[in-house]
């Protein structure tokens, strides 16, 4: 009975995805409206421009994931090496230049009565630097909501981490023609700090003590279900976060973000259904699957917020993009794990 309650709230959770995405921006922006000394004091709690009650709630969100992770099943992950292929060539050999041609294309051409050339330059910068950054914390969460494999997904994670400090800058010179692109690398190691680092030892810590005081038995039926609901709990307030905080700028530009988020939209549908159908092919398992098309759909959008700021302002049009993306990806993303829970009888 427990396990039916327990799939019929997954469901339920599922189906008003939407609704709970508009409440919490609707809660968010009304916070942010009236209340605006609740985001102004938050938004000082930060290290390298990394939100830290953001970084909280991550770690409520990614925490029961990193508990799953078995040292035993994260040796085998070189056994079945082709999900990390799929996931390097799709966050590095595509995303970057498919970001820049849908960009591009609708900021140039398609919205060209909207938006001026100027304009429509430095929101592609910001687009591209979203393009070149794959996701770091919240593919654990969109993992975990796909029930995916927590140890090959800690793996896909982390080697992306160690790609993204060599190729990162290069590919956004190469697309943007920017000749003093600066990283700041404080920002990058700090976020694989917080979102990977902190949160699988203390996982696995956790799940180390666990099993040894209480056994393997207790720990899986009884301790790690304690958490079920923490992954939603800090999803819908980290929305609520990101909401209040960019109030100002979503009131002050609503037609310029609507327009900067169809493309942005776009791409990520595109990058998930790429990576999606090359593990089908691949015959790759489900839980191998939807985290390699979540990684490359989903952006690490502190580090291209902290990038558009280091080289265009905090208030530029390529910082106001790459904040588009942030406020785009999680509706959006929710919508890809609901299609891939929806779809996994396609894989075997």
Same mark, same amino acid.
């Given at each position: 009975m427990s396990k039916e309650s327990k799939t019929e709230g997954i469901s339920s959770f599922q189906k008003y995805l939407s609704v709970w995405v508009l409440l919490c921006m609707a809660v968010g922006i009304l916070i942010g409206k009236f209340l605006?000394?609740?985001?102004?004091?938050?938004?000082?709690?930060?290290?390298?421009?990394?939100?830290?009650?953001?970084?909280?709630?991550?770690?409520?969100?990614?925490?029961?994931?990193?508990?799953?992770?078995d040292f035993q099943s994260v040796k085998q992950v070189g056994k079945n090496p082709k999900g990390l292929f799929v996931t390097w060539i799709v966050n590095w050999?595509?995303?970057?230049?498919?970001?820049?041609?849908?960009?591009?294309?609708?900021?140039?051409?398609?919205?060209?009565?909207?938006?001026?050339?100027?304009?429509?330059?430095?929101?592609?910068?910001?687009?591209?630097?979203?393009?070149?950054?794959?996701?770091?914390?919240?593919? !654990?969460?969109?993992?975990?909501?796909? &029930?995916?494999?927590? %140890?090959? #997904?800690?793996?896909?994670?982390? *080697?992306?981490? $160690? /790609?993204?400090?060599?190729?990162?800058?290069?590919?956004?010179?190469?697309?943007?023609?920017?000749?003093?692109?600066?990283?700041?690398?404080?920002?990058?190691?700090?976020s694989v700090g917080l979102f990977v680092v902190i949160p699988l030892a203390g996982g696995i810590l956790t799940r180390t003590l666990m099993i040894k005081n209480?056994?393997?038995?207790? !720990?899986?039926?009884?301790?790690?279900? &304690?958490?079920?609901? %923490?992954? #939603?709990?800090?999803?819908?307030? *980290?929305?609520? $976060? /990101?909401?209040?905080?960019?109030?100002?700028?979503?009131?002050?530009?609503?037609l310029h973000i609507i327009l900067i988020a169809v493309p942005l939209t776009i791409q990520t549908v595109l990058i998930f259904t790429i990576a999606y159908v090359a593990a089908k092919v691949l015959k790759l398992s489900h839980d191998i699957a939807a985290p390699a098309g979540m990684i490359g759909a989903s952006n690490f959008f502190e580090l291209a917020v902290a990038v558009a700021?280091?080289?265009?302002?905090?208030?530029?049009?390529?910082? $106001?993009?790459?904040?588009?993306?942030?406020?785009?990806?999680?509706?959006?993303?929710?919508?890809?794990?609901?299609?891939?829970n929806k779809t996994k009888g396609w894989f075997k």
């Open positions: 605006p000394a609740i985001p102004t004091f938050l938004d000082k709690l930060s290290i390298a421009g990394i939100s830290i009650p953001i970084a909280i709630l991550i770690w409520v969100m990614i925490y029961p994931m990193m508990m799953k992770v050999l595509i995303k970057p230049f498919t970001m820049y041609t849908i960009s591009s294309s609708f900021l140039f051409t398609v919205f060209k009565a909207f938006i001026t050339p100027e304009l429509a330059t430095e929101y592609l910068a910001g687009a591209v630097l979203l393009g070149a950054a794959p996701c770091t914390a919240m593919v !654990f969460v969109w993992s975990t909501l796909t &029930k995916g494999n927590p %140890a090959y #997904t800690v793996v896909q994670v982390a *080697t992306n981490d $160690l /790609i993204i400090l060599v190729a990162f800058v290069p590919i956004v010179k190469f697309l943007l023609g920017v000749s003093n692109v600066t990283v700041p690398y404080s920002t990058l190691f700090i209480k056994g393997q038995e207790y !720990f899986e039926e009884v301790f790690i279900r &304690k958490f079920d609901n %923490a992954t #939603t709990i800090g999803l819908l307030l *980290t929305l609520v $976060l /990101i909401f209040a905080s960019q109030t100002e700028v979503i009131l002050s530009n609503p700021i280091a080289l265009f302002g905090t208030t530029s049009p390529a910082a $106001l993009a790459t904040t588009v993306g942030v406020l785009t990806e999680v509706p959006v993303m929710l919508a890809l794990c609901w299609f891939a």
